[in-house]
Nanobody, 123 residues
Framework: QVQLVESGGGLVQAGGSLSLSCAASGQPFSNYNVAWFRQAPGKEHEFVAAIKWSGGFTNYVDSVKGRFTISRDNAKNTVYLQMNSLEPEDTAVYYC????????????????WGQGTQVTVSS
């Protein structure tokens, strides 16, 4: 079992920045691929970014490329999402998810999820 806790959400003006953190416990985090997803009111769950267990590979949805950066510190069992140049369309609840490295990359099955953190971008 892996427990995930997100933090760092909040209210920011358009053009501003936020940094989200996902802290893990329960299993060695270095064995897990980790992703960020988001869900805006009335919209589908959306993949945002992912990072391989080793930290050597990342993926991003096109709408955040060049603005968001995912990174990880396995020694601290934490994954980060640095969000710059935020837009009102980025407003959503952001979820951290983890899937064991045995699922492969890409195409990891994310079966552990955090509770989410709200990000609100005002125009």
């Amino acid at each position: 079992q892996v427990q995930l806790v997100e933090s760092g959400g909040g209210l920011v003006q358009a053009g501003g920045s936020l940094s989200l953190s996902c802290a893990a416990s329960g299993q060695p985090f270095s064995n897990y691929n980790v992703a960020w997803f988001r869900q805006a009111p009335g919209k589908e769950h959306e993949f945002v970014a992912a990072i391989k267990w080793s930290g050597g590979f990342t993926n991003y949805v096109d709408s955040v490329k060049g603005r968001f950066t995912i990174s990880r510190d396995n020694a601290k069992n934490t994954v980060y999402l640095q969000m710059n140049s935020l837009e009102p369309e980025d407003t959503a609840v952001y979820y951290c998810a983890a899937g064991h490295r045995s699922w492969g990359w890409p195409g990891t099955h994310y079966n552990y999820w955090g509770q989410g953190t709200q990000v609100t971008v005002s125009s």
